[in-house]
């Protein structure tokens, strides 16, 4: 399977805990993107890499989200202090770098199963 | 920001029946995606589009980037019961940038027996 993976699919924290998720975006992908997701919302944008480069951060990304992406391939996701306001669905998603004049292929993001987040 | 408002919020069909959603926009897009969402799992692309007026089809689906550039519909024929589960649209979050996306609500769709 050459989609996007995330792991661990699942975690239960105790409020106060760190966590830590990691994505794997599809192999030729340059782009990655992190998304919450919450019930009955529609995701909602994070943070995004080009390459190792985090190029934005929405203002949904308190500081205790820190994201990585140290060799250009998967990042990490760390949450620090976990609150109960932190759980969630938290999707990574992935897309192709622009071919030429715009196309808007690069905005075709691709999904991973996501990493449901329980904080108790 | 940019919102997307879907509608309908949810539709209760029959099995066998057509389906139409749609999607707008205070603002222009460049692109419209549109996903689906089964319980538990991430979105899954169904459809991209990428020029004003365009019509692209993905087997029974069909969607259609509208002229004004500032909706979208997508179309089901003959609904399955694996059509269940929440139909997302999508554009980019600013103008024609690499940034992300932004989600509308969802249309939940759900076959009655």
């Known amino acids: 399977d050459t989609g996007v993976s995330q792991d661990p699919r699942h975690k239960i924290t105790k409020r106060g805990q760190n966590v830590t998720f990691r994505c794997d975006p599809i192999s030729e992908h340059n782009r990655l993107y992190w998304y919450r997701q919450t019930l009955g919302q529609g995701p909602e944008f994070l943070t995004y890499f080009q390459n190792e480069a985090q190029l934005e951060k929405s203002r949904l990304l308190s500081d205790r989200f820190s994201a990585e992406r140290p060799k250009g391939s998967f990042s990490t996701l760390e949450i620090q202090r976990t609150e109960q306001g932190d759980s969630a669905m938290y999707l990574c998603?992935?897309?192709?770098?622009?071919?030429?004049?715009?196309?808007?292929?690069?905005?075709?993001?691709?999904f991973g199963p996501g990493t449901r987040l329980l904080v108790l | 920001g940019q919102q997307l408002n879907q509608s309908p919020q949810s539709m209760f069909i029959q099995e066998g029946e057509d389906v139409s959603m749609n999607c707008t926009s205070s603002s222009i897009f460049n692109t419209w995606l549109w996903y689906k969402q089964d319980p538990g799992e991430g979105p899954v692309l169904l459809i991209a589009l990428y020029k004003a007026g365009e019509l692209t089809s993905n087997g029974r689906l069909t969607a259609q980037f509208g002229i004004t550039r500032k909706d979208s519909f997508l179309n089901i024929s003959a609904s399955i019961p694996s059509d269940v589960g929440i139909y997302f649209c999508a554009g980019p979050l600013r103008g024609g940038g690499a940034d992300g996306l932004t989600f509308g609500k969802g249309t939940h769709l759900i076959i009655q027996p």
């Open positions: 998603a992935s897309s192709p770098r622009f071919a030429g004049s715009f196309t808007g292929l690069g905005e075709t993001q691709y």
